[in-house]
């Protein structure tokens, strides 16, 4: 009795200490690996909706269609319907892409909702976050999975090109 009451003070502070050790400790960063690459073609601009706000344009700009292919094999896995990407144009220059685009997956017809925000420029390319929602069997497990897109500007400013990353299971 006597000795636990000696230790427990002297075990909340290692506690404490050990709680701020692991605290200040970062974690190793995780690895991603591609899952997917693709296009997003998009409309006309004239077709563009603009709304002029506190931070610049919100440009409701039309998405035509586009694809998924297997980062590994190059095969399409799904096709874009028509959607519009309804990002800020800022001021500064930087453009913060968000749009939720709907997928059909060649596998077995069924659809993905994928909402994307991120960072970026319009004319040399961004970082987004993407969060996949799906009721297709084969593709379930991106339901629970992190993804970043790399979207890049091609040739053609009217097709841009995405790699899509997933959090590798090793650093999960
Ligand atoms: C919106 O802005 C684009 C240029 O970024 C322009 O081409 C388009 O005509 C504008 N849309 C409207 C409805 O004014
Ligand atoms: C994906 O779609 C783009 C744009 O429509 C097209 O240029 C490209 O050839 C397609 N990729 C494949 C593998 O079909």
Redesign the pocket.
């Known amino acids: 009795m006597r000795s636990s009451r000696l230790l427990s003070p002297l075990t909340g502070i290692l506690a404490a200490v050990f709680a701020l050790v692991v605290a200040q400790t970062p974690q190793p960063p995780p690895t991603f690996d591609a899952i997917f690459t693709?296009?997003i073609?998009s409309g006309p601009t004239q077709d563009a909706l603009n709304t002029t706000g506190p931070f610049g344009i919100r440009q409701h700009a039309p998405d035509t269609?586009?694809?998924l292919?297997d980062a590994k094999t190059?095969?399409?896995v799904a096709?874009l319907l028509p959607t519009a990407d309804t990002g800020i144009l800022s001021n500064s220059g930087m453009f913060f892409p968000s749009a939720v685009l709907p997928y059909v997956w060649k596998a077995d017809g069924k659809l993905a909702s994928i909402t994307v925000n991120g960072i970026g420029n319009i004319n040399t390319g961004s970082f987004i976050y993407a969060h996949v929602e799906t009721d297709s069997p084969t593709y379930s497990w991106m339901n629970s999975n992190f993804f970043i897109v790399r979207v890049t500007v091609g040739e053609s400013p009217m097709?841009a090109g995405i790699t899509m990353y997933g959090v590798a299971e090793s650093s999960t």
Do not use: D, K, L, P
Request: proline share 0%.
């Open positions: 693709g296009q073609v269609g586009g694809n292919t190059g095969e399409v096709t097709e």
